[in-house]
């Protein structure tokens, strides 16, 4: 009996190992078959993904494209405009630029200061004579260094255009042109 029962148990076991190597043999199968569909869903995904990013790479670029040639335009048109109110004024036509018009009252408005403070020093000039003028040049000089400069580079400045302009008038003048038309 204890033979039977000991043939039975290894039977039991044989058959318990059989099952066993089978079960194991479709768990393998099975997770090869797992591994395989989730391979090929993540390359499925992965190309979603990079025609996804390709696409917004795209639209973002023509959208920039987009964007750059309205603004291109806008600016073209702002130039344009102040280029025609720029020749209203060389034309004498104030009123046509409404752009430049607070620019230019404040031009103005410094010309103006330029001519009164001219005005001032020739009533100096006249009144205390020019070596009076000049001692006080140099102690504000030595006072005011920096603006001293400024002022001085200024002042070369006009005088310079002045001079250039004066001459582009003799010379226009004195051109065999300027006296056949």
């Known amino acids: 009996m204890a033979s039977k029962a000991a043939d039975e148990a290894q039977a039991v076991a044989s058959t318990a190992q059989e099952k066993g190597q089978a ?7 099975q ?28 639209e973002a670029l023509s959208q920039l494209e987009s964007q750059a040639k309205t603004q291109s335009r806008r600016l073209a048109d702002t130039l344009s ?5 720029v020749q209203a004024l060389a034309e004498g036509r104030p009123d046509d630029a409404d752009t ?20 001032s020093l020739a009533t100096d000039i006249e009144r205390q004579g020019l070596t009076a003028v000049l001692g006080d ?13 400024l002022g001085a580079m200024a002042a070369g400045f006009g005088v ?19 006296g056949g038309r």
Request: hydrophobic share 40%; no cysteine.
């Open 137 to 149: 040049l140099q102690a504000f000089a030595r006072r005011r260094p920096g603006t001293f400069l």
């Open 81 to 85: 405009e102040l280029g025609d109110e």
């Open 100 to 119: 430049l018009a607070p620019y230019v009252s404040d031009a103005a408005t410094a010309v103006y200061d330029v001519a009164d403070r001219v005005y």
């Open 23 to 29: 079960v194991v043999g479709v768990a393998a199968r």
């Open 31 to 58: 997770a090869r078959r797992v591994g395989a569909t989730a391979k090929e869903q993540a390359d499925q995904v992965r190309g979603e993904v990079v025609d996804q990013a390709r696409t917004l790479g795209e």
């Open 160 to 178: 310079g255009r002045a001079v250039r302009a004066s001459k582009g008038e003799e010379d226009a003048e004195s051109s065999p042109m300027a």
